[in-house]
């Protein structure tokens, strides 16, 4: 993110013209206003990054223009100008709301240092609005449980897989901890110490997504009041994570081809293009190559997210994993519900072992925690795992997973909570349901 665009406010036509060309000349849009009549005017018809306005003018004082700016347009940012000797009025501002101020005179370096602060202010504003919505997503009880060979072998791999910059695709089956092992790789890489910014494809309306990956400009489309960041804006100098990729519309994978390639891209409703450093993380937990074929996902972009794989295994080929997992979910959520530490018998180790866990290690962490509330002494038996207990000689995986959604539809109300209880998103469930012809 940096400011692009600024509204200068003064009534000194030799300052607006200075400050004017010597934006210009940093690739910065300005637009002027010789008082604050004017200048509100001039906001309530154009979306600004920033306003530089006169602290002394006639009329309307640039302490009012700031004061109408927060109610207008709380995001843009406001820097005072101000002779030496209204000092105490500058810091007045600030306390009103006011980013900065600048004594006047001053220099050009001294204004772009200013504004190179507020480039991180807002920055750092942008990504800890979307971080706190995504605390829950990325909690420090994530972990990699890897005793079975296939895991240990895979953690190996990440160690120098996450070193590179190339994009990273992981296939892998619903619950199988997709997004954990993205985390993972992110963690290791040489931007772990920026953001990591995530995306569920499949969660979000098609007509938002394309505002949601690149962001849009005010008055792009109705209810566009703000400018407002997209997650590869966000993301930059980080990772970003597009979970469930194969449900980006067919219309927007040419976009998305040309951000991954060249690194830039316009917001919606703009025209400037913003360049980005992104290290792309895809999952998906469908067959890429049968969307190929059946044009519903590009060859191309395919390519281009394809540059590393890594196939998750589903739980029941790591049976060596099972255990040691139920192990951590106890202690985990024993201690997130303040309760004694409780045990696993042989005889629930058995039965965890034995059962074919269609929703992998989510559906795992589900039985454990129903387990935890319904055992009231200190030991977790068999008969407090709750399984969905189906036959499983003779049938296919396809036929497992329809008979595990039909069961879990019979037990929810609608759809959308049964969706949850599976760990896929309710457009997934849909597409499941007509795969397989349920009603």
């Not at 300005?30 to 530089?52: P, Q, Y």
């Not at 997992?325 to 018998?345: D, G, N, P, V």
Request: hydrophobic content about 40%.
């Amino acid at each position: 993110m940096s400011i692009e665009k600024i509204l200068i406010v003064d009534d000194e036509p030799l300052m607006r013209n200075f400050l004017m060309e010597a934006l210009k000349r940093k690739k910065i849009d300005v637009l002027t206003a010789e008082d604050g009549e004017k200048a509100l005017k001039i906001l309530a018809e154009h979306s600004f990054d920033m306003v530089i306005t006169d602290l002394k003018m006639p009329g309307m004082t640039g302490m009012e223009v700031l004061k109408k700016i927060k109610e207008l347009s709380p995001q843009t940012l406001v820097m005072i100008m101000t002779a030496f000797g209204s000092i105490e009025n500058a810091v007045e501002a600030i306390k009103a709301g006011a980013f900065h101020y600048l004594i006047k005179p001053f220099s050009l370096e001294s204004l772009m240092a200013n504004i190179e602060k507020a480039n991180q202010h807002i920055a750092i504003l942008e990504e800890n609005s979307y971080l706190r919505q995504q605390v829950a997503s990325y909690s420090s009880n994530q972990s990699v449980i890897a005793e079975s060979p296939c895991m240990k072998h895979l953690l190996q791999d990440i160690e120098w897989i996450a070193k590179s910059n190339a994009s990273v695709l992981i296939n892998g089956e619903t619950g199988t901890g997709k997004e954990v092992i993205a985390q993972l790789v992110h963690s290791h890489s040489l931007r772990a110490n920026q953001p990591f910014i995530k995306v569920n494809c499949a969660a979000i309306p098609e007509t938002l997504i394309e505002s949601e990956f690149f962001g849009h400009e005010k008055g792009a489309f109705t209810g566009a009041l703000n400018k407002r960041l997209g997650r590869f804006e966000l993301a930059n100098g980080g990772s970003l994570l597009l979970d469930e990729i194969t449900e980006i519309p067919h219309n927007l994978q040419a976009k998305l081809l040309r951000v991954v390639q060249e690194q830039e891209f316009e917001r919606v409703g703009g025209t400037k293009s913003v360049k980005v450093d992104v290290r792309l993380i895809s999952t998906t937990n469908r067959d890429l190559k049968e969307a190929i074929a059946n044009k519903t996902f590009r060859e191309d972009l395919y390519y281009r997210l394809n540059v590393i794989p890594i196939l998750l295994k589903p739980l029941r080929e790591r049976k060596e994993d099972i255990v040691p997992l139920a192990i951590h979910f106890i202690e985990r959520m024993c201690r997130e519900s303040h309760q004694e530490k409780k045990t696993l018998s042989a005889t629930a180790q058995k039965k965890l072992i034995n059962y074919a866990w269609p929703g992998n290690v989510r559906e795992l962490a589900n039985v454990i925690e129903r387990a935890i509330v319904m055992d009231q002494s200190g030991q977790i038996e068999a008969r407090h795992l709750y399984l969905d207990e189906m036959p499983l000689k003779g049938k296919t995986l396809q036929e497992l997973e329809k008979q595990l959604i039909v069961e879990t539809l019979q037990i929810h109300q609608g759809q959308a909570q049964a969706a949850e209880t599976l760990g896929i998103s309710l457009k997934t469930l849909r597409d499941k349901m007509q795969e397989y012809k349920i009603t």
